[in-house]
Nanobody, 128 residues
Framework: QVQLVESGGGLVQAGDSLRLSCAASGRTFSEFDMGWFRQAPGKEREFVAAITRIMATYFPNSVKGRFTISRDNRKNSVYLQMNSLKPEDTAVYFC??????????????????????WGQGTQVTVSS
């Protein structure tokens, strides 16, 4: 088991930056691939970023070049740095973890169903 707690959300203006954090506890953090997903009102949850155990990173085109993901295994934490925020980035952002011992493709790492552990989410609101 692993417990995930997100923090860092808030209300910002378009063009601003925000850094989300996700603190993990329970099993050895370095054994997990980590992801960020988001869900806007009335929409399905969508993939935002992932970082694997070996530090490979993945982003959808919608955030590529604006968002970065990093992890600090010593602090059992993963971070999502969001720059040049847009109103359409408004959503609840969720941290997720999956056991890296199960092989996964670059496509699969973007899939919500591949992640077995989820945080409660943190709200990000971007005003225009």
């Amino acid at each position: 088991q692993v417990q995930l707690v997100e923090s860092g959300g808030g209300l910002v203006q378009a063009g601003d930056s925000l850094r989300l954090s996700c603190a993990a506890s329970g099993r050895t953090f370095s054994e997990f691939d980590m992801g960020w997903f988001r869900q806007a009102p009335g929409k399905e949850r969508e993939f935002v970023a992932a970082i694997t155990r070996i530090m490979a990173t993945y982003f959808p085109n919608s955030v590529k070049g604006r968002f970065t993901i990093s992890r600090d295994n010593r602090k059992n934490s993963v971070y999502l740095q969001m720059n040049s925020l847009k109103p359409e980035d408004t959503a609840v952002y969720f941290c997720a973890a999956r056991d890296s011992s199960v092989m996964i493709s670059p496509t699969g790492v973007r899939a919500e169903k591949e992640y077995g552990y989820w945080g409660q989410g943190t709200q990000v609101t971007v005003s225009s």
